[in-house]
């Protein structure tokens, strides 16, 4: 039998570094030159080589189109309008293994509990991990658990005993201390370029490799939990742009500005980088890989100092590594997506040349260039600068010595090759003049505008699910598992007291147990929930028509009143409510008291004038008898 090795900490550092400079080693030639352009591209910043006097710009314009930042938030805009559309209900949970409604119930809602409260403030996380995957081509998700403990002192009564006789003769009071484990899951969106993966992963497979994780810590966060060698790292503190080898890291470190530094600063407030390394290691001896971590502090050239041994995950299939790397535009067998930046590239780059070319035409055309005679006796360098009511000295000013060259005026032909340029964003982006506020082709019909917004829709449709499968629906799938782990019975008696009303305090079935098990996480995208709704409205709106046809027959004697048959359209009406999250229907419900039947007041006895439909108010002063109807049709007729 093997015998098992020892971990010493300078392999554990050895492995660290190794795996560290090889991830951003290939990353820095394969990936980081596609991300400073597609920040440059999105900031409205030309690029270095774009030198001023070049054959794109014709020497003169720097106007840089903001069509793909624009591009790029309209897109996150439609994105968060459709994840929010019901913030309250963003998990979704399908029916799986025959679970029992009811504890689908319960787990839904504690996990979108979760979402909508402190810590996670999962909207702003979202928001900056879409926007990540559209810029650079993934967005980041770090879910784990925060573990604490805390001490609290308590009384404790102690019965004083008579040692004669054993008999309780009074009470002391005894002043105890004792550990609180307190647990809060966390979402956090973690900046691209600190997240480090293999070169041979993909993005489905990323989390089966080493992962690296780089964090910028204080030493006084360092010392509450707990690490060790803190002594070693007194030469490792870092500034604000001091990443030499990160071209990303340096870029935002510019945008971001020096570190702030006072008087009364400490030792305690200076900052290291931790290197947190997600792995599969032998730990036991036993020739297996185990899920596993540790943690080193360093430079930014790479990890140097053990913090934190070598530890077995707990929960090895979901939470660890704790990372979730999503994509809006996945690529097979690669890590890393397109970003939106890329795909638009040349034609931002066309955009810039067409518009800055456009402008020197125009100001050609209204300052002409000037033929002059050679044998002229002019003050040139007047005539070049010529402003309105200059003078121009010169002998001879015949109208031969000087005219203006003439040139062709070429804004038409400028403009129809930047409708051809937006057409081309259209095809690359799925977003169509239209849907970004400009006004559309002259020549385009409205039908042919709103085939346009259907297939963009379709089409964004596409990146909103990549989105929710690889970024959404794995992070809720963490959180559960955190939930299942940790979870209190009293935080979820707490919830579904809360939320749904229940009591589940039971003393031989805790509620932490209703949770166990295994549930088919989804995100609840508003487009569903809108395409629900659109339905019904519609059903709605044919429904009311078929009444209204309906009761001018019965009214005009067409119709026998006994044959007539209406369409409910205030039970439609309620299953939209339930869709958009309200859940107390009859809080929108009102009961009209309806006078009795007077003669006279119908062409036909017992038929109200006017059925009652979704969507209209209730006339009091109707007639409401009606005997030979079902009560949801009398409801209606009202």
């Given at each position: 039998?093997?015998?098992?090795?020892?971990?010493?900490?300078?392999?554990?550092?050895?492995?660290?570094?190794?795996?560290?400079?090889?991830?951003?080693?290939?990353?820095?030639?394969?990936?980081?030159?596609?991300?400073?352009?597609?920040?440059?591209?999105?900031?409205?910043?030309?690029?270095?080589?774009?030198?001023?006097?070049?054959?794109?710009?014709?020497?003169?314009?720097?106007?840089?189109?903001?069509?793909?930042?624009?591009?790029?938030?309209?897109?996150?805009?439609?994105?968060?309008?459709?994840?929010?559309?019901?913030?309250?209900?963003?998990?979704?949970?399908?029916?799986?293994?025959?679970?029992?409604?009811?504890?689908?119930?319960?787990?839904?809602?504690?996990?979108?509990?979760?979402?909508?409260?402190?810590?996670?403030?999962?909207?702003?996380?979202?928001?900056?991990?879409?926007?990540?995957?559209?810029?650079?081509?993934?967005?980041?998700?770090?879910?784990?658990?925060?573990?604490?403990?805390?001490?609290?002192?308590?009384?404790?009564?102690?019965?004083?005993?008579?040692?004669?006789?054993?008999?309780?003769?009074?009470?002391?009071?005894?002043?105890?201390?004792?550990?609180?484990?307190?647990?809060?899951?966390?979402?956090?969106?973690?900046?691209?370029?600190?997240?480090?993966?293999?070169?041979?992963?993909?993005?489905?497979?990323?989390?089966?490799?080493?992962?690296?994780?780089?964090?910028?810590?204080?030493?006084?966060?360092?010392?509450?939990?707990?690490?060790?060698?803190?002594?070693?790292?007194?030469?490792?503190?870092?500034?604000?742009?001091?990443?030499?080898?990160?071209?990303?890291?340096?870029?935002?470190?510019?945008?971001?500005?020096?570190?702030?530094?006072?008087?009364?600063?400490?030792?305690?407030?200076?900052?290291?980088?931790?290197?947190?390394?997600?792995?599969?290691?032998?730990?036991?001896?036993?020739?297996?890989?185990?899920?596993?971590?540790?943690?080193?502090?360093?430079?930014?050239?790479?990890?140097?100092?053990?913090?934190?041994?070598?530890?077995?995950?707990?929960?090895?299939?979901?939470?660890?590594?704790?990372?979730?790397?999503?994509?809006?535009?996945?690529?097979?067998?690669?890590?890393?997506?397109?970003?939106?930046?890329?795909?638009?590239?040349?034609?931002?780059?066309?955009?810039?040349?067409?518009?800055?070319?456009?402008?020197?035409?125009?100001?050609?055309?209204?300052?002409?260039?000037?033929?002059?005679?050679?044998?002229?006796?002019?003050?040139?360098?007047?005539?070049?600068?010529?402003?309105?009511?200059?003078?121009?000295?010169?002998?001879?000013?015949?109208?031969?010595?000087?005219?203006?060259?003439?040139?062709?005026?070429?804004?038409?032909?400028?403009?129809?090759?930047?409708?051809?340029?937006?057409?081309?964003?259209?095809?690359?982006?799925?977003?169509?003049?239209?849907?970004?506020?400009?006004?559309?082709?002259?020549?385009?019909?409205?039908?042919g505008v709103t085939a346009h917004v259907s297939n963009a829709n379709k089409k964004i449709a596409h990146v909103i699910r990549n989105l929710a499968q690889t970024l959404f629906?794995?992070?809720?799938?963490?959180?559960?598992?955190?939930?299942?782990?940790?979870?209190?019975?009293?935080?979820?008696?707490?919830?579904?007291?809360?939320?749904?009303?229940?009591?589940?305090?039971?003393?031989?079935?805790?509620?932490?147990?209703?949770?166990?098990?295994?549930?088919?996480?989804?995100?609840?995208?508003?487009?569903?929930?809108?395409?629900?709704?659109?339905?019904?409205?519609?059903?709605?709106?044919?429904?009311?028509?078929?009444?209204?046809?309906?009761?001018?027959?019965?009214?005009?004697?067409?119709?026998?009143?006994?044959?007539?048959?209406?369409?409910?359209?205030?039970?439609?009406?309620?299953?939209?409510?339930?869709?958009?999250?309200?859940?107390?229907?009859?809080?929108?419900?009102?009961?009209?008291?309806?006078?009795?039947?007077?003669?006279?007041?119908?062409?036909?006895?017992?038929?109200?004038?006017?059925?009652?439909?979704?969507?209209?108010?209730?006339?009091?002063?109707?007639?409401?008898?009606?005997?030979?109807?079902?009560?949801?049709?009398?409801?209606?007729?009202?």
């Amino acid at each position: 039998m093997a015998k098992k090795k020892k971990l010493l900490e300078e392999d554990l550092i050895k492995h660290a570094s190794e795996v560290f400079v090889s991830s951003r080693t290939w990353r820095e030639e394969k990936i980081s030159p596609r991300w400073r352009k597609d920040n440059n591209l999105y900031d409205g910043v030309f690029e270095p080589n774009e030198k001023k006097k070049s054959d794109v710009l014709l020497g003169q314009g720097r106007l840089f189109i903001p069509k793909t930042y624009s591009t790029v938030n309209r897109i996150l805009v439609d994105l968060l309008d459709v994840y929010f559309f019901d913030a309250e209900n963003i998990v979704g949970i399908r029916s799986w293994k025959n679970i029992p409604s009811e504890t689908r119930e319960i787990v839904k809602t504690l996990l979108n509990y979760r979402l909508n409260s402190h810590p996670i403030k999962f909207y702003e996380e979202a928001l900056e991990a879409c926007q990540d995957a559209l810029r650079n081509k993934i967005g980041v998700f770090k879910v784990y658990p925060d573990l604490r403990t805390r001490k609290e002192k308590y009384l404790v009564q102690i019965p004083k005993i008579d040692p004669d006789t054993g008999i309780v003769i009074g009470v002391t009071e005894e002043e105890r201390e004792r550990e609180i484990e307190e647990y809060d899951p966390i979402i956090e969106c973690v900046p691209y370029e600190d997240f480090f993966i293999h070169s041979r992963a993909t993005w489905k497979t990323y989390n089966k490799y080493p992962i690296v994780h780089r964090v910028k810590r204080s030493l006084d966060y360092l010392k509450r939990r707990g690490y060790k060698n803190l002594d070693k790292i007194d030469g490792l503190f870092v500034g604000g742009s001091d990443d030499v080898n990160d071209e990303i890291k340096q870029q935002r470190a510019v945008e971001q500005g020096s570190p702030f530094s006072t008087t009364l600063q400490t030792d305690a407030m200076k900052e290291v980088y931790v290197y947190e390394l997600w792995t599969y290691m032998d730990i036991d001896g036993k020739g297996l890989q185990d899920s596993c971590s540790f943690v080193c502090a360093g430079d930014s050239s790479g990890p140097s100092i053990l913090l934190r041994n070598v530890e077995k995950n707990e929960l090895p299939d979901a939470p660890n590594p704790p990372f979730v790397m999503g994509t809006a535009y996945p690529e097979a067998h690669k890590a890393y997506g397109k970003s939106l930046p890329e795909q638009v590239e040349g034609l931002q780059k066309e955009t810039n040349a067409i518009r800055n070319q456009r402008r020197e035409a125009v100001a050609l055309a209204l300052r002409k260039p000037l033929l002059v005679s050679r044998g002229a006796n002019l003050d040139l360098m007047k005539l070049v600068n010529r402003s309105i009511s200059s003078v121009i000295m010169g002998d001879d000013i015949s109208p031969s010595s000087v005219r203006e060259l003439e040139i062709s005026d070429p804004t038409n032909q400028s403009i129809v090759e930047q409708n051809r340029t937006d057409q081309d964003f259209y095809e690359a982006t799925s977003i169509p003049p239209a849907l970004m506020g400009m006004p559309s082709s002259s020549e385009e019909t409205a039908t042919g505008v709103t085939a346009h917004v259907s297939n963009a829709n379709k089409k964004i449709a596409h990146v909103i699910r990549n989105l929710a499968q690889t970024l959404f629906v794995p992070a809720f799938n963490k959180l559960l598992m955190l939930e299942q782990r940790y979870c209190s019975d009293e935080y979820i008696q707490l919830v579904t007291g809360r939320v749904l009303g229940w009591n589940l305090s039971n003393d031989q079935f805790p509620a932490s147990q209703i949770i166990q098990g295994e549930f088919e996480l989804t995100c609840e995208i508003g487009m569903n929930k809108q395409a629900q709704v659109n339905k019904w409205l519609l059903l709605i709106e044919r429904g009311n028509i078929a009444n209204q046809t309906t009761m001018g027959l019965v009214q005009s004697g067409v119709m026998n009143p006994a044959q007539a048959h209406f369409v409910d359209t205030m039970k439609m009406f309620h299953k939209i409510l339930p869709i958009l999250g309200e859940k107390d229907i009859q809080e929108y419900m009102i009961q009209a008291q309806a006078p009795p039947p007077q003669e006279g007041s119908s062409p036909v006895k017992g038929i109200a004038s006017q059925p009652r439909m979704a969507g209209a108010p209730i006339d009091a002063g109707q007639n409401a008898s009606v005997n030979s109807m079902n009560p949801g049709m009398m409801e209606m007729m009202q």
